[in-house]
């Protein structure tokens, strides 16, 4: 199954949600799947000095990482998952799965089968 991950995590930081989305990628793709993760390029959100996000976590490379543009503007976090949404239905991913709210409802809206994470009940 082809399993596009969308996430609002800076790939590499030493944030907890980008941990957690580098396992859970690691995770999915160990059991199978081709798994892509779409993150926001933000390069003052990143961790300096790590030219390799698999290694500075410590988690096989058995996934992809694509980073999208994250624009500085009002809405940016909506414009970033419309943005998201749009690339996984052009790419035909199977399962669209994420803690990102709003690409997810996106994804959802775009007709695709999405598994959203929430890590708070408020999401």
Same mark, same amino acid.
């Given at each position: 199954m082809r399993i596009a991950y969308l996430s609002s995590a800076w790939i590499p930081s030493r944030t907890a949600n980008s941990i957690h989305v580098m396992k859970m990628c690691q995770a &999915?793709?160990? /059991?199978?799947?081709?798994?892509? &993760?779409?993150?926001?390029? #933000?390069?003052?959100? %990143?961790?300096?000095? $790590?030219?390799? !996000?698999f290694a500075y976590y410590g988690v096989a490379s058995?996934? $992809?990482?694509e980073h999208? !543009?994250?624009? %500085?503007?009002?809405? %940016?976090?909506?414009?970033?998952?419309?943005?998201? /949404?749009? %690339?996984?239905? #052009?790419?035909?991913?199977?399962l $669209?799965?994420?803690s990102n709210l709003a690409a997810c409802?996106?994804?959802?809206?775009m007709g695709m089968p999405v598994i959203y994470e929430a890590h708070s009940p408020g999401g």
């Open positions: &999915l793709a160990s /059991a199978g799947h081709e798994v892509v &993760l779409f993150a926001p390029d #933000k390069a003052d959100g %990143r961790e300096s000095g $790590t030219d390799d !996000p058995n996934f $992809t990482i999208l !543009p994250w624009v %500085r503007m009002s809405g %940016r976090g909506y414009w970033y998952g419309w943005q998201a /949404a749009r %690339r996984v239905r #052009k790419s035909g991913f199977d $669209t799965y994420g409802s996106f994804a959802s809206q």
